[in-house]
């Protein structure tokens, strides 16, 4: 009868040691993809003229491990400086998370302030033999007057990466 005592009360104790981790080593090494529609990227900052619509056309993860796939997992979420942006899905739905590949949004400028906005996408990342992680990636909108007010440059992109491992 003691020995069972005994067992009872120490099985809380290997719970709670069971469920500590501190393997920081299991999670995901990405890089994450934004291409753009009607904007124009410039030195990791994205231009768009005021009036004109803003689509992210596609979002995607790549993995960095060789032989190890990795995906978004349950949309990406958008936030307009700082405030849940809501869109209507084709269906017509109102929401703030595309659940749907490639978790396309267009974002209308017309009634936005010229300068620099925030843009910042919240998604899950899975990668097989890692741990599921959230990623947040912010990124610099600058809302210009006309064209000519991008900054030059040699080789202006209609895309975006950035290399994400997970701390």
């Known amino acids: ?8 009360l120490a099985l809380p104790l290997m719970v709670i040691a069971a469920a500590c981790s501190d393997d920081d080593s299991n999670l995901p090494d ?6 753009y529609k ?10 768009v003229v005021k009036g004109d619509t803003l689509v992210v056309d596609s979002i995607y993860v790549k993995s960095n491990r060789e032989g190890k796939n990795a995906a978004i997992v349950g949309g990406v979420s958008y936030w307009w400086d700082g405030v849940p942006y809501s869109f209507r899905l ?28 925030s843009l910042t996408l919240l998604m899950n990342i899975a990668q097989e033999g890692s741990e599921l992680a959230s990623a947040a990636a912010g990124i ?8 000519d007010d991008i900054p ?16």
Do not use: C, W
């Not at 990405?30 to 291409?35: K, L, T």
């Open 1 to 8: 009868m003691k020995k069972l005592v005994y067992l009872l």
């Open 30 to 35: 990405v890089s994450i993809h934004v291409d």
């Open 152 to 167: 030059a440059t040699s080789e202006p992109s209609e895309s975006m990466q950035a290399d994400y491992t997970f701390k």
């Open 90 to 117: 084709p269906n017509g739905t109102l929401v703030n998370l595309n659940p749907v590949p490639p978790y396309r949004v267009t974002v209308p400028t017309a009634e936005a302030e010229v300068g620099d906005h």
């Open 38 to 47: 009607n904007a124009k990227v410039v030195d990791r900052q994205v231009y």
């Open 140 to 147: 610099t909108v600058n809302v210009v007057a006309s064209a």
